[in-house]
């Protein structure tokens, strides 16, 4: 079988890894010219590590990883407001990964049958019964059986496919920024905890990296989901006044096309596939960074869309298959994340404070069970995901 994945993100790569098999062919086109470096810090946790570990790069992953021992709700001149415990909320074993370390530990490890090929941009398809023409930006056509787009939130195969943007972007009032930069003095304030100020309706985080950089991630309420011009200008308007290090971050604040910025979005799409193009990822189910699972999802809804096409007759069926068993999961994660909103941005003093009140109750393992579910959505074990393909499970994996 050969299949084109479009997009070298997390959740193409993982998928080129569970492809990759003896006579079948993949090939990962990515429009980027090289890996991308724009970064900012992913809590990793729930099925997408248990998927990691059953690929064998656990051991990689843990090595990339960095070790936070708590997070600090920071007010305007460096008081710690509330303690932020993120590991009580995954329920289990979290790692703390920037995104770029995920993608480079994916590529790095990448089976030698897969081709890589950076600086491609897919910019149409032809979805045909019996199989499907990838045409690229230099107008070179691939000629494929499976074409799976794990391009991302804003993804041409889906455009191109399943029609516009906005039939399926849900956005949630909310725009994000993430960026590195050099400063010795906010390193040294912001290490050993990730800090993220106390404040209503636009925040800024901060994780001291091991280089010496720190990684910035920065979120605030906008009515209007365009996208600015200029970013670096645009963030530093948006975020001024917040007090504490974020002068000296907005200061630092890279060029534009160093910064990562977009709408805080989901996707919602009827079908995740058609013939034979699949959607993957943020692609086919971003379930936004308020849930914090996006990540996780992509690596482990790979490993079972990779599972069935394993095991189905065929590659409608198993394109079936994977949404049967794979959408309620992330259903229950975007609706959760919907509900959580009021909460990852406070947009009045009193739900700061009532956030302040929640965190503090974090500390008691009784409360923390019950907040976790409130916070993360259902616990979710890829395991019972696995079961129930196998047609073996006697419960479903979403209770
Ligand atoms: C600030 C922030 C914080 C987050 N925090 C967390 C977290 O704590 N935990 C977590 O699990 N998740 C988190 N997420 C979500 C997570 O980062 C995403 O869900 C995940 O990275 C999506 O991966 P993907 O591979 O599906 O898509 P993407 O990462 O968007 O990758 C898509 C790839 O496709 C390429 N591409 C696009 N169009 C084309 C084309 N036409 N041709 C070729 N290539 C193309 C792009 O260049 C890109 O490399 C966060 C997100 C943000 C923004």
Not at 46 to 52: D, F, N
Not at 324 to 336: G, H, S, T
């Amino acid at each position: 079988m050969r299949t084109v994945i479009c997009g070298a993100g997390i959740s193409g790569l993982a998928l080129a890894h569970r492809l990759a098999a003896p006579g079948g062919e993949v090939v990962v086109v990515e429009r980027a010219p090289g890996p991308r470096p724009q970064g900012y810090m992913i809590d990793f946790f729930g099925p997408g590590l248990e998927a990691v570990e059953a690929m064998g790069l656990l051991p990689a992953f843990e090595r990339a990883a960095y070790h936070y021992d708590e997070g600090r709700l920071v007010d305007q001149n460096g008081r710690r407001r509330a303690t932020l415990r993120t590991k009580s909320f995954s329920r289990g074993r979290l790692l703390d990964l920037l995104r770029p370390d995920i993608e480079a530990v994916l590529a790095e490890n990448l089976p030698a049958q897969v081709e890589l090929r950076y600086e491609t941009a897919l910019t149409d398809v032809v979805n045909r019964p019996d199989g499907v023409a990838v045409t690229l930006g230099d107008g070179t056509v691939l000629d494929a059986d499976l074409l799976v787009g794990a391009d991302g939130i804003h993804s041409t195969v889906r455009r191109r496919v399943f029609g516009p943007e906005d039939r399926y972007l849900r956005y949630l009032g909310l725009h994000t920024a993430a960026f590195t930069f050099d400063a010795p003095d906010v390193h040294a304030a912001t290490k050993h905890a990730f800090c993220l100020t106390d404040s209503v309706n636009r925040q800024m985080g901060f994780y001291a990296l091991r280089d010496g950089r720190v990684a910035a991630f920065a979120v605030h309420r906008s009515a209007d989901p365009a996208i600015p011009d200029a970013l670096r200008v645009a963030i530093q308007r948006a975020y001024t006044g917040l007090g504490w290090v974020t002068p000296r971050a907005l200061e630092q604040c890279p060029p534009d096309e160093e910064i990562y910025y977009d709408q805080v979005a989901q996707i919602e799409l009827p079908e995740w596939s058609t013939g034979r193009v699949v959607l993957l990822g943020d692609a086919a189910y971003a379930v936004s960074l308020i849930a914090g699972q996006g990540a996780s999802l992509g690596i482990a809804g790979a490993f079972v869309l990779a599972d069935r096409l394993a095991q189905a007759p065929t590659i409608e069926r198993a394109a079936a298959e994977f949404e049967r068993l794979w959408r309620p999961v992330v259903e229950d994660k975007q609706r959760n994340a919907r509900s959580m909103a009021r909460w990852f941005l406070p947009s009045s003093p009193t739900d700061l404070r009532i956030r302040r009140i929640m965190l503090g109750l974090t500390r008691v393992p009784f409360v923390t069970g019950y907040l976790s579910s409130i916070l993360a959505g259902k616990d979710i074990r890829l395991a019972d995901v696995m079961r129930q393909a196998s047609g073996a499970a006697t419960e479903p994996a979403v209770a």
